[in-house]
């Protein structure tokens, strides 16, 4: 189904209601629709890794910031257009206090993808993405308030440190710790969407955080770039980077979400530490030792295993 006809999402509302549900019906079954919801998130994983390993390319002619410039500007150009109805609507309508709220999502986004960024220029894509995993990994656990959970914590810890301590040499420093910050960004990232939910249904949210934070982040992006983002090449390349490693997976995460409970979806995002360690290593050449990929399986456990004893919120009722 596309993403623009999401039940609740970018415009969503607006319309008669029947003929609406009508044209829901006959994309589900044109598009994403008879696609299984766990093959949607692996595709989504595999394109946002796919995407990030395209971005690592870049990182010998580009700064890291201004990757993350073009990915969130593409983000906020088609994202934005698919919501332009729903944007409206929140700009027209919403407090103060809820554009603030989402103004921290936007910003706690393109710090996020700052981060992360950074850390990719310095350490291998599958450390990071494991190191990142962290900050879900706590929020997750003190939603679930459960004190069996202290031994996920654990193992989740004895992974990242395994990591961290590298394998035939110690990895950087910086390229860790910018990790742990993107790992943060994403735990607040998680809190202030659950926070603005009701405000800002569907995807909505997400894209007036995309264009927050674009324009954040814009200004150290065409700084660091220089002229190099005159360059049509690469940014057809920064291009493809944001449609693989944001438009792309949040459309299919978001259709998978919207189809399935949420703690399956949790156990299968687990997966992506994985999945990035071998796009690194497919893609990128990039080698680990058998104690990263120890580690790496230490923490998708610890993210399957906590995700694991849920329980679901109550669904709401149909209108």
Same mark, same amino acid.
């Given at each position: ?103 921290? +999502?936007?910003?706690?986004?393109? $710090?996020?993808?700052? @981060? ?7 350490? !291998? =894509? &599958? #450390? *990071? ?70 405000? +800002?249904?569907?995807?909505?949210? $997400?894209?007036?955080? @995309? ?7 814009? !200004? =150290? &992006? #065409? *700084? ?89 919120? !109550? ?5």
């Amino acid at each position: 189904m596309a993403l623009s006809e999401a039940p609740g999402s970018f415009g969503g509302a607006s319309g008669p209601a029947r003929p609406s549900r009508a044209r829901a019906r006959s994309s589900r079954t044109l598009s994403l629709g008879s696609v299984p919801p766990p093959a949607l998130i692996l595709l989504g994983i595999v394109s946002l890794q796919v995407g990030a390993g395209l971005a690592k390319h870049l990182f010998d002619r580009l700064p890291p910031s201004a990757v993350v410039t073009m990915r969130l500007l593409t983000s906020a150009i088609v994202l934005g257009f698919l919501a332009r109805k729903a944007l409206r609507t929140v700009l027209r309508d919403h407090s103060r206090s809820s554009l603030a709220i989402a103004a921290g +999502f936007g910003l706690a986004l393109a $710090l996020m993808n700052f @981060s992360i960024y950074q850390s990719f220029s310095r350490i !291998p =894509l &599958g #450390v *990071a993405v494991t190191i990142e995993f962290l900050g879900p990994l706590l929020v997750s656990i003190a939603a679930s308030r459960r004190p069996r959970d202290v031994l996920w914590v654990v193992l989740a810890g004895a992974g990242v440190v395994l990591l961290a301590r590298g394998g035939n040499g110690a990895l950087d420093p910086v390229g860790i710790a910018f990790a742990l910050l993107a790992g943060v960004c994403w735990a607040g990232y998680i809190l202030l969407t659950a926070a603005t939910g009701k405000r +800002f249904p569907g995807s909505t949210g $997400l894209a007036l955080a @995309s264009v927050v934070g674009t324009v954040a982040i814009l !200004p =150290l &992006g #065409v *700084a660091s770039a220089g002229t190099a983002l005159l360059d049509p090449r690469l940014l057809l390349i920064g291009l493809g980077v944001g449609l693989l490693s944001s438009v792309i997976p949040y459309s299919l995460e978001l259709e998978a979400l919207r189809r399935m409970p949420a703690r399956v979806f949790g156990i299968l995002m687990s997966l992506e530490p994985a999945v990035a360690a071998l796009v690194g290593t497919a893609l990128l050449g990039e080698i680990l030792t058998a104690r990263q990929w120890a580690a790496i399986c230490c923490v998708i456990v610890a993210c399957a295993g906590a995700t694991r004893g849920q329980k679901e919120p !109550p669904e709401a009722p149909e209108a």
